[in-house]
């Protein structure tokens, strides 16, 4: 079995609590690394090397452009199709996705790191024409400090990059904590970067859970600013422990988003952006389309075309590539997922499809929850307002367009939401009145490296991708240079 310690200041460091956690494959059910279970000591050392890295070691001093080649080679590193594989069958060993969606992100990712590369130059303050004689006025836009990255299990080098890559652009150092139960391809990647030019300290990971170490990583003094994805529930939490120590937070939380299917959409299209919606990653992505809004006039015929699609999905050994639905990546998450299938039961939604834990040869002893569709959903029900992070998926129906909004807008969160109609006009006035941070029009899933992402209401704040997510990692300074020849006498008095 595989040993992973902590990579801290360049270099492999063993727990100094000598103690590891077991890492599961959740399609055997059998532990197949074990990760440093680290402490708070850990935490302070990790640290300690992103801040001498950051103030003292050659990242302050490298130019911008310097930091974009470094960049670039992480780019590359990751492009490198043996590196890419690796990492692949890495991520689908520790949380069960499918190795042709692990493989799909790890094609991608070298593009978000070159985008930032090429973005890292053109982060520039202002020069402003202010309204006093003799002076000069200009913005400087400097890097927040040390950068904390709490992250979830689902996709651990996809957060990686979305955290990392804005964070070393702006020229911070950054102490990355992966999910307990997914953080063997942080680790490797991380040593991988050492190779691109990285200089020590100024990437760390540490693993270990959340409880244990987290406290020190988000409240330390020389933590300048924390970047979370995970559940709404720890957010609040480490929302709060920042908020003390005055830290700048951002978070990237769970949803409970809208696929809203009108009568005048391509109905072939939206079954799939349905289905796939709902049961890609096995219904474990913050942004599943979980709630399925479908106008009454076609809702029987839609939930049969719903039915026959996703009655055919295969569920199987994450690792074989006609594998469509892999395990649950954790125990408690398939615990999690059971519950919600009887509480829905019990409150009177009504199951069409699966409703239950799946076995089988095919299965091995993998956490397998069947593909589930509920119908006579109605949207105050729990299975309609709660996150399940499972293949669930909750049939609505609605009368038009301000039905729709009212019903896609009356839970908690706001992350995503999915819009099919063949009308321009209504895709419009739909995606303006819903409350999401991303509207897809006739698609869904569609990311891009380009385009922000994040949450309104509980499902986060600040905004991951493109430019926006640059700002995240700087601050604005003012600076004011009297150019009078001498300074007035009365300085003081001045407004
Ligand atoms: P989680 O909240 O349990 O854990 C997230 C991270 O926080 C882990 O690394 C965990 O160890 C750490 N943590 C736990 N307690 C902590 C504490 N007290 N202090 C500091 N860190 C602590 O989430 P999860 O189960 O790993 O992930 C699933 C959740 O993530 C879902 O709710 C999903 O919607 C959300 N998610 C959101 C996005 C997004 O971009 N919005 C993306 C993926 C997943």
């Known amino acids: ?39 708070a000591e850990d935490a302070r050392l990790a640290i300690a090397a992103a801040h001498d890295a950051m103030y003292k070691g050659p990242w302050s001093t490298m130019t911008a452009t310097e930091r974009g080649k470094v960049l670039r080679r992480i780019g590359d590193v990751l492009a490198d199709p043996k590196n890419a594989q690796r990492l692949a069958e890495i991520e689908s060993r520790d949380n069960g996705k499918i190795l042709v969606e692990m493989q799909g992100q790890l094609r991608y990712l070298p593009e978000h790191w070159y985008y930032y590369a090429g973005l890292a130059d053109k982060i520039q303050g202002t020069v402003i024409p202010v309204d006093k004689a003799d002076m000069l006025a200009m913005t400087l836009l ?13 996709s651990p080098l996809a957060f ?30 991380a040593a991988m970067t050492r190779d691109a030019g990285v200089p020590d300290g100024v990437i760390n990971v540490v693993t270990g859970l959340g409880q244990e170490i987290g406290t020190v990583l988000v409240e330390h003094p020389n933590i300048g600013k924390v970047t979370f994805t995970g559940s ?11 908020a003390r120590g005055m830290k700048r937070a951002s978070m990237e939380l769970g949803g409970k988003s809208p696929n809203i299917v009108f009568s005048d959409a391509d109905l072939d299209q939206a079954c799939v952006g349905a289905v796939a919606g709902i049961f890609g990653a096995a219904g474990q992505m913050c942004t599943a389309g979980s709630r399925l809004l479908v106008q009454n006039s076609i809702r029987e015929e839609f939930t049969e075309r719903l039915l026959t699609m996703a009655g055919k999905l295969k569920m199987g050994d994450p690792m074989k590539p006609d594998t469509e639905i892999g395990p649950i990546a954790t125990r408690p998450q398939y615990e999690k997922v059971l519950h919600y299938i009887d509480v829905a039961k019990a409150d009177g939604a009504r199951c069409i499809l699966g409703g239950g834990a799946a076995s089988g040869p095919d299965l091995g002893k993998g956490l397998f929850v069947e593909p589930t569709i509920f119908t006579d959903v109605t949207n105050g029900m729990r299975i309609a307002q709660e996150e399940v992070f499972g293949p669930v998926l909750s049939i609505i129906g609605f009368e038009d367009e301000e039905d729709a909004i009212r019903i896609g807008n009356d839970v908690i969160y706001g992350l995503a939401a999915g819009v099919w109609t063949g009308n321009i006009g209504r895709a419009v006035r739909m995606s303006k009145a819903l409350r999401a941070g991303m509207v897809w029009v006739n698609t869904y899933r569609a990311y891009s490296f380009m385009v922000p992402i994040g949450g309104m209401k509980h499902s986060g704040l600040g905004r991951e991708s493109g430019i926006e997510a640059i700002h995240g990692y700087l601050e604005t300074k003012s600076v004011m240079i009297s150019t009078a020849e001498a300074s007035p006498a009365n300085a003081f008095l001045q407004r």
């Open 142 to 154: 400097e890097p927040v400090g040390v950068v904390t990255a709490l992250t979830a299990w689902n």
């Open 1 to 39: 079995m595989h040993t992973y310690n902590h990579w801290i200041n360049g270099k492999f460091a063993a727990p100094s609590g000598g103690q590891w956690l077991d890492t599961v494959d959740p399609y055997s059910n059998i532990a197949w690394a074990r990760v440093a279970r680290g402490n």
């Open 232 to 242: 709404d529930t720890t957010g609040a939490k480490v929302y709060e422990a920042a």
């Open 160 to 189: 990686f990059a979305l955290k990392c890559a804005p964070a070393l652009a702006a020229g911070c150092s950054v102490v990355l904590k992966p999910s307990e139960f997914a953080s063997a391809s942080s680790l490797e990647f």
